[in-house]
């Protein structure tokens, strides 16, 4: 305080150090962060969902038009790696980096230097202590060779001793928050372009797909999956190849549940499937006679834009995979998966004028214009899989690993370790020991204990069970 004993006001940058190193603001920040994390794993991520829809279509289906724009624009659909999400990850360092510094220095002084020469009166109030003889030159001899026994560190300065063992555990909490500042470090990282990434990709049997986050293909050599009696799938897998940038085969390797293909530090699981209706070998059939005049394959997925039939050319115009009608009459896709496939084809025969015609390779018979010269028939479909990979990689992850030892390390030291300190001093042909512990009163006494018995045995006496508990 000044002269008039008003306080001196703080700068902005002294408030913000408060701010930080105050223990409130640090588990308001981690009780925001525990709910941010809740939310992410409770919503679905983007890149994670079993969908092609894009994000801007799949969310407001999923969750309604209103609460799924919401997600959208605060950006819950990408907690993980959203502005505030990280915001809340540094502030959270921030506070306990400042928390540490401002307890740092006067726990090193306490711990790692400590005073071997206190004032007695300390020494006589602590709550652990006894007295024995002093004898000889060396008073404090049986008593430090007592404590070594007992693994403690002895010093003898200024005719004083001072022993203590077990400094690691006041260090715990310190060590915990090193764990912790890795643990959020390694979740910050995901920010980093190139580091984090966790998307669905769809690769359809025989088709190549560019991984995401790599500089590798991946090949679809066909999905194979095995059912129940009921019907219900009981496994399935992906046979894959490996390509580089370059165009060559590096491995070959099958994808299973819970047996992902690991490759450059990216990983693909395999999480689901569809099957959709591949290929139609289709008939060309004269209509009067009845006879058939060729064959072709028609690829239900892409199909060609002409194909060349027995003299006939045939010409797409129009392709719905999943055909319906729109609310004004019109034809039109439901979908982009192949469950109902409408063409539109113009037919230029050899010899005459060109006409145009619908077919529907699984309703062969339903027909709009019965007086065509020729009509189609199908002869067989094939069903095509699709294999729904989830490709995961983060850089990150070791980061985390370490960070989560840490804090074990830290959380045992905390709990495990007591801090268990001894001081002595002659006075009066006596030595006066006093003891300290920060937890286990209860293990530290019967300690004392032993050792006054061993210094001292007719005026400490041990029970019977006690000596039976230590040993």
Known sequence: MDEQGVKPQKDLLDRTWDFFASVRVATVLLFLLAVASIGGTLIEQEGMY???????????????PVFGMLLLR??????????W????????????????????????????????????????????????????????????????????????????????????????????????????IGAGMRALPGVYLEQ??????GEIVKVPGSDFYVESLGFEVEYYETGQPKSYMTHTRVIDAN???????????????????????????????????IALVDRQ?????????????????????????????????????DEDGQPATRSSRVHNPGLVLQVTPPDADPFTTWFFPLYPGVEFDDTTPVRFVTQDVTTVYTSGLQVKK???????????????????????IAHRRYWAFTEDGQVVVGGWTNRNQGSFERETLQIAHHLDPERYALADEMEGEER
């Not at 079993?50 to 309604?64: C, D, I, M, V, W």
């Not at 605060?74 to 959203?82: Q, R």
């Open 247 to 281: 165009g060559n085969a590096v491995k070959t390797e099958t994808i299973a549940m819970n047996e992902p293909l690991a490759h450059n530090r990216v990983e693909l699981y395999q999480s689901s499937y569809y099957a959709d209706y591949g290929q139609a070998e």
């Open 394 to 416: 983060d850089l990150g992850l070791p980061v985390i690993y370490i960070g989560l030892l840490v804090m074990t390390v830290g959380v045992f030291a905390t709990f495990y």
């Open 74 to 83: 605060t950006g819950m659909t990408h907690a993980y790696s959203s502005w």
């Open 85 to 184: 999400y990280l915001t809340l990850l540094f502030m959270i360092a921030a506070s306990l980096v400042i928390c540490s510094i401002e307890r740092f220095v006067p726990l090193w002084r306490a711990v790692q230097r400590p005073n071997p020469a206190p004032d007695k009166e300390f020494v006589r109030r602590l709550r652990h202590g006894f007295t024995f003889p002093a004898t000889g030159d060396a008073p404090y001899g049986e008593l430090a060779a007592a404590l070594k026994a007992r693994r403690y560190l002895v010093i003898e300065q200024e005719g004083r001793l001072y022993a203590d063992k077990g400094r690691l555990g006041r260090w715990g909490p310190y060590i915990t928050h090193i764990g912790l500042l890795l643990v959020l």
């Open 200 to 205: 669905f990709i769809w690769v359809r049997d």
């Open 50 to 64: 079993a969908s092609s829809l894009p994000p801007e279509e799949f969310y407001p289906q999923r969750y309604g």
């Open 289 to 325: 006679s009845g006879a058939e005049i060729d064959r072709f394959t028609l690829d239900l997925i892409q199909p060609d834009r002409v194909y060349a039939v027995g003299g006939y050319r045939l010409e797409l115009v129009s392709y719905f995979p999943d055909f319906g009608i």
